[in-house]
Every structure is written in C-alpha cells, then in structure tokens.
C-alpha cells in the first residue's frame, strides 16, 4: 500500500461536502490548525490535528507551518484548439469587439480553421504543455471542451484527444462537446441544417464513442438562439449528455433562463445576467460558473456574483482558457479578481474553485475537498493563510502539488 503523510500544516482550508454550495454556506470553509493528512493508494485515509500517526512505511512531508487546501479545480477551458491568435490584440486596442472580429472572419472560426489543419498528435503536445502550466498554478481537475472543429470529424478528434490526455497525463479531465460553439463559414447561409447536423449526426457519433459527459452550446447574439439551444441540449439528454451552457456573456438573449429551465449542470460566463435567468437557475439547481479573467481580459462588465449568492445559486470559478477571449491558464488570477471584482471572501472564493467548481462538472463526490474517501488532490502553498493567496498577485505561491497521493 502507497502511503503519503502531509504533517506541519499550518493551516488546513476545505469546504466539506459532496455538494455545491451556495448562500452564506459558499462561505463556511474549515480551517483546522496544526494539521496533518494521511493518504493510502491515492485516497484521503485521514485527517487530523496535533501530533499525526505514526507512518514509518508512508512518504512524509512536511508542510513548513503553511496553508494546505484542495487540488484546485477549473470547470471551464476550451482546451483543444490549432494556433493562437495574438494578431487580434491590435484588433481589440482599436476598439473592435468579440462580434466584429468573429464576424469579419476572425474569432472562433479562425481558430477553426487552424485546428481543422491539426493533426491529433499537434492537438495533444499543445494541449499536454498547457495541462502542465495550469497544474503548477495548483489545477488539479479540469474541464475540457471541444468546439473548434465544427464538424463530426474534427469534433470527435478533439474530444479523442481529450480522452488519451486524460489517461496519460496526471490530470483528470473532464470532457464536454461543443458542437454548438458557433455556425461554421460553410454553413452561415443553412444555420438550420447546421443544427440538424448537430441534433441528428454529430450527437449518436459523440455517444457512441462514448467520452464526452457534457453538452454545451453558446447561446448568443450571432451564434445560436434560445430554441436553437434547447433543441441542441435537449438532444444532448437524449443521448445521455449532461447540459451546460455560454449564456448572457455579451446580451442577454435568455441563455440563464433556459439554464434552469432544461436543468443544467451549469451556465457559464452570465456577465448580463437579469434577475429571471438567476431565478431560474436557483430553481434548476444550476451552478453559475463566473470566468472573471475573461472579464479582465475583454475590458467588460463582470458577472452580478453578489446576486447569485443572495439567491442561493452556487458560484464556481473558472479561466475559460482560449485563444481568444482569455488566453490565461493562471487559475490565481481568478482567485485574485474573485476577491477584488465579484467582493468575494478568501472562504467563497476558495469554495468556488474547489467543491463548487467540482460540481459544475460532476466530480463533487470525488474531489474539492480535503476529506476521508475524496481523492488525494492537495496544494501546498508558499503562505501563511488563506487570506496570503488571495492578498498576493503576479506570483506563483504553490510549492507542491499532490495528485492522487503523489507529489507531481
């Protein structure tokens, strides 16, 4: 049996539960003094206080009198794309915006066409070198989308890709397909056979080589419609597919409405979100998955936080890793701009991107939180506290990932 022993801990902070929360209950985080934690096979076997058990046959180390927490968890990432698209910063410093540039030929179908011209082994050596920088940030879990393919093929090599990553690469990674991410070039004239194509043929092909959990779609101005949506998600349940969705990043169209409506897992971004979509989404039992560097990064409005938590919705963070909108893998800088823009505790930011952001992928039972039987995914920081990592910015404070009881 492969044991691991974390002792010295200065301060142990975990949400605790197998469930997102939301309310003043985003806010309830367990900090335990003088802690230590015993992992056996790659699961938590016990956590303590004081003087830790006796482990002559485990790997001790020891934590120096600084913060543990959670492996960090980031529920939403488009993390399988060709190119980059740096030439769109001049684009946006003369005032372009998200729109102009997509529907001049740029945006997300540029970066479609590059991954269409992607080979599955450029797709992965891309994806793997981004995995490893996001896991030194603390990222123990993600989320990953397809949806710069748009077409069956070039969706199920994504997703393919998604697939081999997490069996090879130490992080566990949770895959969604997005199809419904934009109406390709050669469909702009025929939206409606590109739904079709969606609903009819890409979906049976997604379920049956069977490794997306998730559907998503980007219901938005220019891309797809509140019915275009619940068609597409709908389809999605029918084909065992949990719903997600890209709802009121730029107008609100309806998108968090129709969030709790078809019962998301999550509604992702929600930068304009009116009261009737966070009504809905309470009701759906929805998680708002709020990507707050995408805000940072595009000079927009963010999200109304403070409004979800009023009503009970719980609130994941996220960095929306793409080449367009928020090309950050830095899951710090969203714990710092939680804090500074949303007004969000060091205890409900910490709670966002671990258990709640777990949920928002189906992964609460397993990981977000440091308990007995979840999966021993654990940070040691380079701080005093939590409030230290929340304070400090432009630095990277880890000092030790853990992943399934190993040191990475």
């Not at 684009?91 to 997509?102: A, D, M, N, P, T």
């Not at 990674?173 to 991410?181: K, L, V």
């Not at 009503?311 to 899951?331: E, H, K, Q």
């Amino acid at each position: 049996m492969k044991k691991l022993l974390i002792k010295n801990i200065g301060i142990l902070a975990t949400p605790l539960g197998s469930s997102a929360r939301g309310g003043e209950a985003q806010g309830a985080v367990q900090m335990t003094k003088n802690a230590w934690v015993l992992a056996e096979d790659g699961v938590i076997a016990q956590v303590g206080e004081g003087t830790p058990p006796a482990a002559a046959d485990a790997q001790v180390l020891d934590a120096g009198g600084n913060l543990v927490t959670p492996g960090l968890v980031d529920a939403h990432t488009h993390l399988i794309f060709g190119g980059w698209r740096q030439n769109e910063l001049g684009l946006k410093l003369h005032g372009k915006s998200y729109l102009e540039i997509q529907n001049a030929g740029g945006g997300i179908q540029s970066t479609t066409n590059a991954t269409r011209l992607a080979s599955v082994e450029e797709l992965a050596r891309k994806a793997e070198r981004a995995l490893d920088e996001m896991m030194s940030f603390g990222t123990t879990t993600c989320e990953a989308k397809s949806g710069y393919g748009l077409a069956a093929e070039h969706e199920l090599k994504a997703l393919q890709v998604i697939r081999d990553l997490d069996r090879r690469h130490p992080m566990d990674i949770a895959a969604t397909f997005m199809g419904a991410h934009l109406v390709p070039a050669e469909y702009k004239e025929r939206r409606e056979e590109y739904v079709r194509l969606v609903c009819e043929e890409m979906l049976p092909l997604v379920r049956e080589q069977g490794i997306a959990k998730f559907c998503d779609v980007f219901c938005e101005a220019d891309t797809f419609t509140v019915e275009e949506s619940r068609r597409i998600l709908e389809a999605g349940k029918r084909y065992g597919l949990t719903p997600k969705i890209h709802a009121d990043e730029i107008e609100a169209i309806g998108g968090s409405q129709l969030a709790g409506e078809v019962g998301a897992i999550s509604a992702e971004h929600l930068i304009v979100c009116p009261q009737e979509g966070i009504d809905s989404m309470a009701k759906g039992g929805t998680v708002a998955c709020l990507l707050p560097a995408t805000s940072f990064y595009l000079g927009a409005d963010f999200a109304p936080a403070k409004q979800f938590q009023q009503a009970g919705v719980p609130v994941a963070m996220a960095t929306d890793f793409n080449p367009g909108s928020c090309p950050c893998l830095n899951i710090q800088l969203v714990i710092n701009l939680g804090c500074l823009k949303y007004r969000f505790t060091p205890e409900e930011v910490l709670t966002a991107v671990t258990l709640n952001a777990a949920a928002a992928i189906g992964m609460a039972d397993k990981v977000g939180t440091v308990e007995p039987g979840k999966q021993a995914d654990l940070v040691l920081w380079d701080a005093p506290d939590l409030d230290y990592i929340c304070y400090r910015m432009g630095s990277n404070l880890v000092r030790q990932v853990i992943k399934k009881g190993s040191p990475v």
